[in-house]
């Protein structure tokens, strides 16, 4: 699905964590690493030999003459560049290509991280995120979490394609609630109720058909509850998370709490999220 996979890069641990995942998603695909070294360039910067710039290059080019030694079979190229991981990175989106990022083992402060900027960015692309602390007990399961949109459709198709590329399930998820203000203590809404949860059964049914239709066996779970909670309970553990962004690329959006920015800071498994197409 992927012709090509760019990492982003500091030399921490969660960046660390990053590429160990994308190096063993990537078998075959061609591999950059990106590190983003903040400030401003400057025309001389790039012709001296030493500075921040040169030095942060040649660090990372140790790390991936160390990758190539370990794992001849990769094609790993690299670049250093002044500006901010989201700013840099977010040139790297395109069609055939899955932008990899690290989250931070715990929030401090701002829950604005590089994964959040790249999810909500406008205009597409697919990111995935890792946790800096893979979980110790994984299966091998594909969730994807639909609601009928065309951003959610899309991200089935994403998850389709990694549980087939994994020789993984897929697990179709669809969580619904009760709206406020509904008292299921009045018979009247009992019936309103029951045709409430057809509806959503409606919606996580055609999900499926579309995912059989993809070449895949996938499993349907109508989940109670709001996403977020329904889809880090049924996640956890999982090989892959993939999520649909429905791309307003506000950052009022996400810190109001979309179901993928939630999803982002509490990273029950490895989380794609699939931007909206142009």
């Known amino acids: 699905m992927f012709t090509r996979i ?3 890069w500091d030399g921490t641990p969660e960046s660390e964590a990053a590429l160990e995942w994308a190096v063993a998603r990537g078998v075959g695909t061609p591999l950059k690493i990106v590190h983003a070294i903040g400030g401003t360039p400057t ?9 921040e ?10 790390v991936a003459e160390k990758l190539r030694a370990e794992r001849p079979d990769l094609n790993i ?5 002044h500006g901010s991981p989201s700013t840099v990175l977010a040139e790297e989106f395109g069609a055939d290509t899955l932008v990899v990022v690290g989250a931070p083992a715990t929030h401090r402060g701002s829950r604005w991280t590089t994964g959040s900027r790249l999810a909500g960015r406008h205009g597409g692309g697919i990111v995935a ?3 800096s602390r893979p979980a110790t007990d994984t299966r091998p399961a594909v969730v994807v979490g639909v609601d009928g949109s065309p951003a959610s459709m899309a991200a089935l198709e994403t998850a389709a394609a990694e549980a087939q ?6 697990e179709v998820v669809h969580a619904w609630s009760i709206p406020p203000g509904w008292n299921t203590a009045y018979p009247e809404y009992l ?20 995912a059989r239709r993809l070449h895949t066996r996938p499993t349907g779970r109508l989940e109670p509850g709001p996403a977020a909670e329904a889809l880090q309970r049924v996640a956890d553990g999982a090989a892959l998370l993939v999520v649909g962004s429905h ?4 950052l009022a959006r996400f810190l109001l709490g979309s179901v993928s920015h939630e999803l982002l800071v509490s990273l029950p498994a490895p989380l794609m999220i699939v931007g909206p197409r142009e």
Request: glycine share 12%.
């Open 77 to 81: 190229t690299t670049e250093t560049e």
């Open 247 to 250: 791309g307003r690329g506000t």
């Open 129 to 131: 995120v890792i946790p």
């Open 191 to 210: 019936a309103d109720i029951d045709a409430l949860e057809d509806m959503h059964r409606g919606v996580l049914e055609e999900a499926v058909e579309f």
């Open 53 to 62: 710039l040169s030095d942060e290059r040649v660090r990372l080019m140790d």
């Open 165 to 170: 590329r994994l020789g993984a399930e897929l």
């Open 43 to 51: 025309a001389s910067e790039y012709l001296r030999a030493g500075g």
């Open 6 to 8: 760019v990492v982003g």
